[in-house]
């Protein structure tokens, strides 16, 4: 059971924005960096953001995060069919030792 | 170009064991921590292990330790997850990733069945 929390689906239209939230702790996002993955259907996940807000080279600023306290959020604009799947928030944990992964939000482009 | 392959994935009897590999290249592997990531049948990604660039340093999740022993050998640009008494709660697709998770291997499908 993870410990940092992301609601089960969201969705929206093409085009349109939706937002991904991961609530966590102290323990984790109060006190370290979060990143988003993109887990798509058949493929290996894909660093989306680091380090709260930073996007790796090649991802599009149609995607974009954030972080206030203990919690973050992944924000997507100009959705596309190609977006669907699974996204995940990532971050160290000081008290487990372990990096943790959010329970995961599905995509849905209606 | 950064590239990550596993191997080793197979199918095993529970209580079996198995070693995956994941080879590095397009970086230098000795300067980058290392991480193994799984993801169960129609679970979420779930962290597994990682290792320091020297491998002094290896942390585990709760569920592996005692049974799992990651290791590297940066000569040739390797890093290894050393399976043992495996459960079918191990069945799951593994990952290899790069510190800070930016860049991953395809996966190696690890099942475990009696």
């Known amino acids: 059971q993870s410990v940092l929390t992301q609601p089960p689906s969201v969705s929206a239209a093409p085009g349109q924005k939706v937002t991904i939230s991961c609530s966590g702790s102290?323990?984790?996002?109060?006190?370290?960096?979060v990143s988003w993955y993109q887990h798509l259907p058949g493929t290996a996940p894909k660093l989306l953001i680091y380090?709260?807000?930073k996007r790796p080279s090649g991802i599009p600023d149609r995607f974009s995060g954030s972080k206030s306290g203990t919690s973050a959020t992944l924000g997507i604009t100009g959705l596309q069919t190609g977006d669907e799947g699974d996204y995940y928030c990532?971050?160290?944990?000081?008290?487990?030792?372990?990096?943790?992964f959010g329970t995961g939000t599905e995509v849905t482009v209606l | 170009e950064v590239q990550l392959v596993e191997s080793g994935g197979d199918f095993v009897q529970p209580g079996g064991s198995l070693r995956l590999s994941c080879v590095a290249s397009?970086?230098?592997?000795?300067?980058?921590?290392m991480n193994w990531v799984r993801q169960a049948p129609g679970k979420g990604l779930e962290w597994v292990a990682n290792?320091?660039?020297?491998?002094?340093?290896?942390y585990y999740v709760d569920s592996v330790k005692g049974r799992f022993t990651t290791s590297r050998d940066n000569a040739k640009r390797s890093v290894y997850l050393q399976m043992n008494n495996l459960g079918v709660e191990d069945t799951a697709v593994y990952y290899c990733?790069?510190?800070?998770?930016?860049?991953w291997g395809q996966g190696t499908l690890v099942t475990v069945s009696s």
């Open positions: 990532g971050a160290w944990d000081r008290s487990l030792t372990v990096y943790v």
């Open positions: 290792i320091k660039q020297d491998g002094s340093e290896k």
């Open positions: 397009g970086f230098n592997l000795n300067t980058y921590w």
């Open positions: 380090e709260n807000d």
């Open positions: 990733a790069s510190e800070d998770h930016q860049d």
């Open positions: 102290s323990s984790n996002i109060g006190n370290h960096y």
